[in-house]
Structure formats: C-alpha cells, structure tokens
C-alpha cells in the first residue's frame, strides 16, 4: 500500500483507530508506511500534533515485536524520549507507556532504551528513573511499568545498569512504588525487586540488594505487605 500524509486531523483519527486493535489492524497501519512521518510529527510544536501521533506510535509498539522494530526504525526513540518533558502530563504519560511496551520487547529492543543517550549526551534511563520518583502520580505510574519491565525481562546487563544508575537507581524508584500506588503497582514492583535480587551480583566492596533495600527504608514498606507471590507482567498494556 503506498504511504499518505499523515496531516490532516481525520487522518490523525483514523490512523489512531486503525492502530488500537489487534496485530492485524497495527500491520494495516504499518502497511501505510507512515512511521517516518509519526516520528517527524513529535517534534511539532503544537501538542494537538504531538498528541495524536504519539498515540499512534504507542500503538505500533504495543503490537507484535516486528512492529516495535517498524518504529525503532523510524527513528521514535528519541523522538519519544524527547516528550518524557512535554508541559502536558498527558503526553508524559503515553510517552511513559509507549517506552515500557519497547522495555517488555525482545532483548534487543531492551538493551536498546537502557543505552539509548540523549542529545545532551545524558543516559536517557536516568529520565526514567527521575520521572518514576519525582513526576505526578499519574506519569509516575508509567515510568514504573518502564524500570518493571527491564526487571522481569531477566537481562543482567540491563538490571546492571538500573541498580548501578546514579543519583536514583531502580532500588530506589522501586521501593518507592510500595507506597502510595495502587495494588497492581505494589505486586509489579515487588516482581521487579525479586528480579533484581535474582540477577544482579553486586561487584567485590559493593552493597548487595539487601542492603540498598534497607537503605531505602524498603525492608520497612516490604514488611506492611502482605501479598507476596505475582505473575509477571505481560505485554502490552493497553492505556486508557
């Protein structure tokens, strides 16, 4: 099929109902070669552009991991990246979702968005890893899944980085999640933090995961819950 312009407000509509379905209706939608254009589209200066566009891209990613490929391709991570400090906490928040379907992908895809530095020459994780501690509640909830899903997904590499990030690490931000957020954050972060106990070999000197567990008052907010064993979280999660 050959590509359109992705302009017009109608066609931000329909793309984005074509998108939000099952892989069949994301491939119709990869099938008009429009992911050049999605990506060119989160750098306009008006949210009324960014927004549906970006919802659209969410919606290829959240489909199956060739479709993650389609947009990685295009150049959408750090065009997503770039939105983590949009104004609108609602473009935070897709931006969040869209970045923890490409961390529950395949290795590669997660290896990807862990290394991936920013035109300012910063790791973007430690964006991450700062909006899962410091945004609102709301966007906050979406970078966790992001830290959660590099966790479960069992690459040592990647669980490295997290606990070795500076000034916030994913020990930090998931401890965090123990308060304030609703059970299925508290069961998710949980599964997050077992993953990082299970990969994670700390270096000879360096504090085990215990230890930076209790340092973040975790051993304390661990001990309020009573639910203990969780399923992995699955990809994707579709945002409402």
Known sequence: MDSITFGHPRVHVRCRYISDGDDDRIQTCCDLNIAPQLVKMLSHDS??????????????????????????????????????????????????????????????????????????????????????????????????????????????????????????NVITALCGALEGHHLEVHLAALEGLRCVSVWYKPAAGDPGVDDMIDACYGLDLLRGLSLIHISEPTRPRLIS
Do not use: Y
Not at 106 to 118: D, E
Not at 125 to 137: C, F, N, Q, S
């Open 47 to 168: 949210s009324a552009v960014v927004a549906p566009a970006l919802r659209v891209v969410g919606n290829i990613i959240s489909g199956n991991h060739s479709h993650t490929q389609i947009m990685l391709d295009a150049g959408a991570m750090p065009a997503i990246f770039a939105q983590l400090d949009n104004v609108k906490g609602a473009i935070q928040k897709v931006a969040c979702w869209a970045l923890s379907n490409i961390a529950a992908g395949t290795a590669k895809h997660s290896a990807a968005l862990v290394n991936f530095v920013t035109p300012a020459g910063t790791p973007g994780i430690r964006d991450v890893l700062r909006k899962a501690t410091e945004a609102h509640p709301v966007v906050r909830s979406e970078a966790l899944w992001i830290l959660i899903n590099l966790c479960t997904g069992g690459e040592v590499e990647n669980i490295r980085a997290l606990v070795t990030a500076q000034p916030v």
